[in-house]
Every structure is written in C-alpha cells, then in structure tokens.
C-alpha cells in the first residue's frame, strides 16, 4: 500500500522525505521473484522505489541477452541493480563477477543477494582498470554514491585508495573461462577498462558489451571517438539502446553521442 502510494499519488510534495523515513523497510519487485530493499535510498533506488525501475529500455535489453549458464560482468555494479538481474537469468549453472569499489554499495549488494538467496555472484568490491594496483575513488555526492569514479575528481570530496585490477588479469587469476555478457557503467574510467581487456574483448568468444557514455569521459582525457576507435579497432560495432532526452543526433555520428547507453 505504501508503495503503492510512492508511485501513484498526484502530488510530489513530502514524497522524498517519507521515502528516507520508511525506505529501509520497503521491498520492492523488480521482476516475478526478485527483490532489492533500498537500504540506501540513492538517486537509483528513489528511481526504483518510485517507478519500478531504473534506466528500463537498458534493463530489458541487458536483460534479453542472458540465459541459464552464462557468464556475466556487471564493472561498475552500483546498488546491484543488474547484478540481481543477471544473477536471477542465469541461474545456479551461470555466475556473475560484479565489480563495486565504493564499500558501501558493494556491503548493500551483498544483502540484497542474500535476500533473494543467490550464491552464483562473485562480489568484488574494486575497481576496473587499464593496470592492477592502487587508484584514488572520489565520492561524487552523498545521495548518490553510483557517481563515485576513479577519473571524475570532485574538489573537496572525500577520497578513498581503492584496489584495481584489468578485466584481463582478473579473467586469468579466478579462471572465469568464456564471458558471455559484460556491462560497464563506470562514470567516465571507461577507456581505462577497456584498454584492460583486450584479450578478453578481441577474442573469438568476445562477449557482448552494455556500455554507458558517460560526459565525464573527457576527465580521463579522451573522446566518444576514442572510445567507440578503441572498440571498432576490437571488432565492434554498436546501437544505441537509450539516450537522453536532449539527445537528437543519429548514433551513426558517434562523435555526438553523450551520456548514451549502447549495446555491443
């Protein structure tokens, strides 16, 4: 009924702060037998509480991608929206590897996994990266830590050193065999992951990518072009599964393209 309530009612007003009050003790289904409690009540679980979902079109189609047994990437897990998604798909035969540096939301993932009794994640609460070592996480705002990057300074917040490791080495050291879907949300330290995975991404078996262009890209010092060169150069090609509302020009102008999500 409250739920019911968050979504339907006419009016804006009080909303925000009632979801604070009683967003712990909220379940919310995202699709038949697969549940989150929005402990943190970031900008993506307020979007989930309110509408059932977040970022739908991408949902769907990261969504229509998997199937029983695969072997799943999700770098840049957030509040483990996709993760669950992909843990539901694949099933007890599959296994999915997410990648979360910022400690609280890979804690939250965590729970939620436990919540719907799912033991076929590998949470890895690191980042993805172009070496393995050490970088510096900046923690963008503080209801929404799914902004957290280890390329998007924001001065004066507060800094964390977090592990890293490339998609290539992690591949070799936990022999994760074939990858069959990865996505990639990481606020702008996408060419870095990339670059990280050229075996794994120009190979034969090369998994389909879900990427998010982020316009914090340009803080790690390259392009859209760089980004989409990178990836034609491995053998991809793309199309655009959502963009945002001000965005009017053709995919096929990828130097336009700006905080877009693509399926590859």
Known sequence: MLLGYLR??????????????VGP????????FLFMRPLGLSFVEVEIIRRGMFEPETVRA??????????????????????????????TT???????PTPELAAHILRNLELNGLKNVAVNPIAVSDDAGHATLHFAQPDDPGENSIVNPSPGARTLEVPTV???GYVIEHAAGRV?????DIEGAEMPALRGGRDLLS?????????????????????????LGLLNSYGYAFYLTRQSRNQKESPR????LRDSQLLM
Do not use: C, W
């Not at 998994?207 to 340009?218: R, W, Y």
């Open 8 to 21: 339907h009612a006419p009016f804006e007003r009080g909303k925000y702060r009632l979801m604070r009050l």
């Open 25 to 32: 003790s909220l379940l919310v289904e995202l699709e038949p």
């Open 62 to 91: 990261f969504a229509a991608l998997l199937a029983p047994g695969m072997n799943v990437m999700d770098v840049g897990a957030n509040v483990g929206l996709f993760t669950l998604v992909a843990s539901h798909r694949v099933g």
């Open 94 to 100: 599959g296994r999915v590897h997410a990648f979360e």
């Open 166 to 168: 490339t998609l290539d």
């Open 180 to 184: 069959d879907v990865i996505k990639i």
């Open 203 to 227: 190979g034969d078996d090369s998994p389909v990518l879900v990427l998010e262009f982020h316009p914090t890209l340009a803080y790690s010092g390259h392009t859209p072009d760089d980004l």
């Open 253 to 256: 102008a990828p130097q336009t």
